[in-house]
């Protein structure tokens, strides 16, 4: 069909498409929605001259009423066979002619439902016509050469006296938000404080959906559409091209603005530094968010971020919150490797200032720009920069070594590295010495926070060790590398969270090897049951001296089947709750025969040493507490520990304990020799005489330095003790 010849024709003799003549108008605007009907059904697009003849003539009728709809859904129309970044601009131009408040309002109606039919990505380019026709040109004077191509607004509508004006504005800010989110709020620039007060209550009450640019739409536009007709009615989305407006601190700033900040000269400096400091946050309020960090802009905001960090150590008290207050939105307003640079400058104090100032306030606010200066651009999908963390994870061991572990501000802070240990470094990528450094640092100084006077501070230390532990961001021998380094009552202080801390290490790893193997059955919690189908026997010992044993372990909650770590296949491993596959047997080269008492605490720790590499962690504090074994009593955890791998009837038990048997016998034999206690003496000889009925049926024998080691010290104290003790030492 030979539409733009029609077109030309008419245009020729209708004084450019325009009559007085409502007949002739109605005619025209009929003949202009037939082109567009038929050049979209022959799919083909519509050709720029000829948009430009129809657009500014359709815009000039969509609030007369003697059309009704006609103008507007031409419009939509026109914007299916041609890139709206083309229409939108002339739309705009013609608009801005027109001064009648109706026009501007049925335009802004328009514009909503362009958004809702079409979706805000179908435009890619061409929107800063629109935001030139919604901002004031004193608002955008400033921004002009930075904003490129923005996004589609009526910013300057926002201002108009007429109410409806206003509220269709907001409208099409409340659906710009829900499509694009973040990058509406990022140009939403406005200096007058009702304005910029409305944009935050609209934001607050629409909600982004990230998914609107996959959704489909009632409208699509020919041009970016892979397909047409009926094959598919899906849109391919066009990235925005948008230039986010960024503030120039360089030329925001006075050129006098840092010296100022740094001055100390006469009685009110004081003054001249506040004002400084206010000038800053009056240029920080007009960014938005979003501060240059080009190369000389950056190295302008390094300086403005070590006045403001001088200015944290203030002698005026008051100034102290407002400069850290400062740091926190300057850097909460870059992007994040300069995050990361500015975070090396500031953390130290910031940190300090956090733990140690005298003042709750100061202390408050150095905590909040901690939490703001790890934080990304909303732009960038917010949430924690884990580049920011690892600078303030390189800071932190210095501060609490310079507070002695005892500032007040501790528990806040560790507070901050707990809710974000996940986006702390990993091990598996700690592979330089400086990595491992740091992280064997970061553990050492949590774990000194162990030894606080204060519950809240070894509450929060406790928690994120654990916490780290979780995220894989540190090992347990780190940990107990740096307690081993403590003197020996501060070990004794820290016992009990170290045990906690083992075994909920235990269960991650379990937890770990059951979702590798979804498919392996979880032990049973009663007796094994045999291939028959009935319930195994119980072994062999005395009922009595057996709930004997059972009431005193008790009280030991934390060692149970379920916090055993499992550190090989479930398939393959053993049921033992303590003893791992062994391939060969240890021996106990050094270790004195009767009479020689072993009673040093050296000889512990050389079975230790031997011991160790085949239990797992949970056993080893059981058998091996840090805080030693005094008494007999002290080793009812381990004795209940060798108890249950006896009640555990596998088939490889009778391997497994001829391999550690020795081991078995040269601990048990100090035990017997260590200070006396009634509850503990009758644990362990009710042990070593369920011990000596399953060698027997088992038929394993004894070693030859067993005996000496062992036997001349249960006969020693049969013939000492008392009637009971001695009746279990003869049976």
């Given at each position: 069909m030979p539409y733009k010849e029609i077109l030309v024709i008419v245009k020729q003799n209708t004084k450019e498409l325009r009559q007085s003549n409502v007949n002739l108008t109605k005619s025209i605007f009929e003949m202009l929605s037939n082109i567009c009907e038929i050049v979209y059904s022959l799919a083909l697009p519509l050709e720029g001259w000829v948009c430009k003849i129809i657009v500014p003539v359709v815009v000039e009728k969509i609030a007369d009423r003697k059309l009704a709809d006609i103008p507007s859904s031409i419009l939509l129309k026109i914007c299916e066979l041609a890139l709206p970044d083309m229409i939108i601009p002339l739309a705009i131009k013609k608009i801005s002619e027109i001064k009648s408040p109706l026009y501007r309002e049925?335009?802004?109606?328009?514009?909503?439902?362009?958004?809702?039919?079409?979706?805000?990505?179908?435009?890619?380019?061409?929107?800063?016509?629109?935001?030139?026709?919604?901002?004031?040109?004193?608002?955008?004077?400033?921004?002009?050469?930075?904003?490129?191509?923005?996004?589609?607004?009526?910013?300057?509508?926002?201002?108009?006296?007429?109410?409806?004006?206003?509220?269709?504005?907001?409208?099409i800010i409340s659906e710009m938000y829900s499509q694009l989110g973040p990058l509406i709020q990022a140009i939403a620039i406005s200096s007058d404080t009702k304005v910029k007060s409305q944009l935050e209550l609209t934001f607050k009450s629409s909600s982004y959906d990230p998914k609107s640019s996959s959704k489909e739409r009632s409208r699509n536009c020919l041009v970016n559409k892979k397909s047409f007709g009926n094959e598919s009615n899906s849109i391919e989305s066009t990235p925005l091209s948008i230039q986010i407006p960024k503030l120039h601190m360089s030329t925001e700033l006075t050129r006098d603005c840092l010296t100022n900040m740094g001055t100390k000269d006469g009685k009110n400096s004081w003054k001249i530094r506040k004002s400084a400091m206010d000038e800053v946050e009056a240029a920080l309020s007009k960014s938005n968010g979003m501060i240059s960090t080009a190369k000389k802009e950056m190295n302008y905001v390094m300086s403005v971020a070590k006045a403001l960090r001088e200015r944290l150590g203030d002698s005026q008290s008051n100034l102290k919150p407002i400069a850290a207050s400062l740091l926190g939105k300057l850097l909460s307003s870059v992007d994040g490797p300069s995050q990361s640079r500015l975070g090396k400058l500031v953390f130290p104090m910031l940190l300090s200032g956090a733990l140690s100032d005298n003042r709750k306030p100061m202390r408050d606010t150095c905590v909040v720009a901690l939490e703001k200066a790890t934080t990304k651009l909303a732009i960038h999908n917010g949430g924690t920069n884990s580049q920011s963390m690892e600078v303030m994870m390189t800071a932190l061991p210095s501060c609490l070594k310079d507070s002695q572990y005892k500032a007040v501000g501790i528990p806040e802070v560790l507070n901050i590295f707990t809710q974000k240990s996940k986006h702390l470094p990993k091990l598996n990528n700690m592979k330089s010495a400086k990595a491992m450094e740091l992280e064997e640092d970061f553990v050492k100084h949590a774990v000194f926070c162990l030894t606080s006077s204060k519950k809240e501070t070894r509450s929060n230390a406790e928690r994120l060790l654990d916490s780290c532990l979780s995220e894989h961001v540190i090992s347990f021998k780190s940990i107990e590398r740096s307690a081993k380094g403590m003197p020996q009552a501060q070990q004794r202080s820290i016992n009990g969270a170290l045990e906690k801390l083992s075994i909920h290490r235990c269960d991650l790893q379990q937890r770990s090897d059951r979702q590798k193997e979804p498919n392996v059955k979880t032990e049973q919690k009663d007796w094994p049951v045999n291939n028959k189908g009935t319930p195994k026997k119980k072994s062999v010992g005395s009922s009595s001296t057996t709930s004997r044993s059972r009431v005193a372990t008790a009280k030991m909650p934390d060692i149970t089947e379920e916090t055993v770590c499992n550190d090989e296949d479930l398939d393959s491993k053993r049921t033992s709750v303590f003893l791992l596959c062994s391939n060969s047997s240890r021996k106990v080269d050094h270790w004195p025969d009767y009479p020689e008492v072993p009673t040093n605490v050296s000889l512990l720790n050389y079975l230790k040493k031997l011991w160790s590499p085949a239990l797992c962690p949970s056993s080893q504090i059981a058998l091996f507490p840090l805080n030693g074994i005094l008494r007999q009593d002290d080793a009812i955890d381990g004795i209940a520990t060798l108890e249950r791998s006896l009640d555990d009837e596998s088939d490889s038990i009778a391997d497994s304990l001829q391999d550690h048997l020795e081991l078995v016998c040269a601990w048990l034999s100090f035990i017997l020799c260590c200070r006396e206690n009634t509850?503990?003496?009758?644990?362990?000889?009710?042990?070593?005489?369920?011990?000596?009925?399953y060698l027997m049926m088992s038929d394993i024998r004894l070693g030859e330095s067993d005996i000496p080691r062992l036997v001349p010290h249960l006969l020693e104290k049969g013939s000492i003790a008392k009637v009971r003790v001695c009746n279990s030492c003869v049976s």
């Open positions: 049925a335009f802004l109606k328009w514009t909503l439902n362009f958004f809702i039919e079409f979706g805000a990505h179908t435009l890619s380019s061409g929107v800063q016509e629109i935001v030139n026709w919604c901002l004031k040109v004193s608002l955008l004077s400033i921004y002009a050469p930075l904003m490129g191509i923005l996004t589609f607004t009526s910013f300057q509508e926002c201002e108009n006296n007429n109410s409806n004006i206003r509220k269709a504005s907001y409208e509850v503990g003496l009758q644990a362990l000889l009710s042990f070593v005489h369920k011990l000596f009925c």
